[in-house]
């Protein structure tokens, strides 16, 4: 049982998700926490903000090359943003399966953006794609003070330990 408990805390990690301005006008954000929530990961954080161009740039400047980046940037900083960070066993890799390849047209149906988005330009939602972008995107989004920590009753349920 300690060496399931051990397991279960190393396993566990913390991924940056955002809800882009188009997600947020479309009336997709319930939706979209949902399918993570229903899923058994944790939201441990949560805000909704309107990035500058320059944090837009910030978040995104492993894409400065690329000749769609300006638009891109331009779109981020266009409306509100629900910023989140969500924790669980493998939430990173799996957060990415739960949102689905970035062109809509290739996600397969029952991700995100296979069921809900058309475009590779709206497609309605950002995760991080590794745990080190993770850890750089939670520390860009948000202040330490800002990310919570608790446990939860369904963690027994969804882990088997707890
Ligand atoms: P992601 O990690 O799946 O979001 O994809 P990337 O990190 O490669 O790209 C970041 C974002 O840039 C994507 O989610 C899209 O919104 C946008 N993007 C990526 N490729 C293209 C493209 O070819 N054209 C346009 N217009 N936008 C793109
Ligand atoms: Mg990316």
Redesign the pocket.
Known sequence: MLQEKEAHAAEMERSFIAI?PDGVQRGLIAEIISRFERKGFKLVAIKIVIPSKDFAQKH?HD?KE?P?FN??CDFLSSGPVVAMVWEGEGVIKYGRKL?G???PQKSEPGTIRGDLAVV??R?II??S?GPETAKDEINLWFKPEELTSYSSNTEKWIYGVN
Request: charged share 25%; glycine share 18%.
């Open positions: 882009k995104y894409l690329r769609f638009g891109l949102i390849a970035t062109d590779v330009g497609n950002h995760g794609d």
